[in-house]
Nanobody
Framework: QVQLVESGGGLVQPGGSLRLSCAAS????????MGWYRQAPGNQRELVAI???????NYADSVKGRFTISRDSAKNTLSLQMRSLKVEDTAVYYC???????????WGKGTLVTVSP
């Protein structure tokens, strides 16, 4: 059974930092492209950052220079270090695992990040 479990969300003031984690089980973590997505109220889910199975990264323009995605294949964990947070970063953040060979995707249930004064 595949499980992606996000943690680390919470309430933070503008300019603050948070670190999100996603613990993966039931998949061969090293062959999956991993990503963070977010969905704010009333908005569609959007890509935040991805890291491929080879370690290549890509970021949404809105978070470049502020967020850092990383993966630890020894621990089957995906992380997102978020700095200089803005009110507009408020959203539910989701972890996604994508197998480019089979086309199969898996999603976590999300963790809420609220940035507010």
């Amino acid at each position: 059974q595949v499980q992606l479990v996000e943690s680390g969300g919470g309430l933070v003031q503008p300019g603050g930092s948070l670190r999100l984690s996603c613990a993966a089980s039931g998949i061969i973590f090293s062959i999956y492209d991993m990503g963070w997505y977010r969905q704010a109220p009333g908005n569609q889910r959007e890509l935040v950052a991805i890291v491929t199975n080879l370690g290549n990264t890509n970021y949404a323009d809105s978070v470049k220079g502020r967020f850092t995605i990383s993966r630890d294949s020894a621990k089957n964990t995906l992380s997102l270090q978020m700095r200089s947070l803005k009110v507009e970063d408020t959203a539910v953040y989701y972890c996604k695992a994508a197998n480019r060979f089979s086309g199969r995707d898996y999603w976590g249930k999300g963790t809420l990040v609220t940035v507010s004064p």
